[in-house]
């Protein structure tokens, strides 16, 4: 029998296509599962921020390989931002890290992204701050959003799902919408 159920390898030939399709499953759903938390997070900021929001995208396996780039919130920014939008802007990029750690207690989908983005947005509108200083701003702008986004945990969570089964754009911020309405309404 292990003649059979073996290859040249000593691999399992019935297990070991069952095992790396079982992996590739997983990963995809754990994935898709993380991404849209870090989504979320990207999108709840904007929305509580006021920040123009104009769609999003949670990719599938072949955008990740071709595109190199699993989701994406996309947002309208103003060319010249003054201090207060300038920070609300770097909390919004940095969002996507705090929901990673809001869900599972670290960052591993999109942190360098975020980090590298909102690293140029600072370097662009405000050029003579050191990297110390930028790293400093971004630092206080992830606590932020990791804070609001605590404060907020069900509506992202509630949000992630939408965004996971793939809601439109306008169902996503009806979500988010409606939770706070809810929010509001348990308010003395």
């Not at 990740?64 to 920014?77: E, K, N, P």
Request: charged share 20%.
């Amino acid at each position: 029998a292990d003649a059979i159920l073996c290859n040249t390898t000593g691999h399992s030939i019935v297990v070991e296509p069952l095992y790396r399709i079982g992996v590739a499953l997983h990963w995809k759903l754990t994935r898709r599962e993380k991404t849209s938390m870090h989504e979320a997070g990207h999108f709840l900021l904007a929305y509580t921020h006021g920040l123009p929001l104009f769609g999003y995208r949670i990719s599938s396996i072949i955008d990740i390989f071709l595109l190199g780039q699993a989701g994406q919130v996309v947002v309208g920014q103003d060319t010249v931002l003054s201090d207060t939008l300038l920070f609300k802007w770097t909390s919004m990029g940095m969002a996507g890290v705090a929901a990673e750690c809001v869900y599972q207690g670290f960052s591993e989908c999109g942190c360098a992204d975020d980090v590298r983005q909102a690293d140029e947005l600072l370097r662009k509108h405000k050029p003579k701050w050191s990297a110390e200083r930028r790293a400093a701003y971004q630092n206080v702008a992830l606590y932020y959003a990791h804070h609001l986004l605590r404060q907020h945990e069900p509506i992202l969570r509630e949000l992630a799902a939408a965004m996971k089964r793939g809601k439109s754009f306008a169902r996503c911020c009806a979500v988010v919408a409606d939770a706070f309405d809810a929010v509001a309404a348990k308010r003395p």
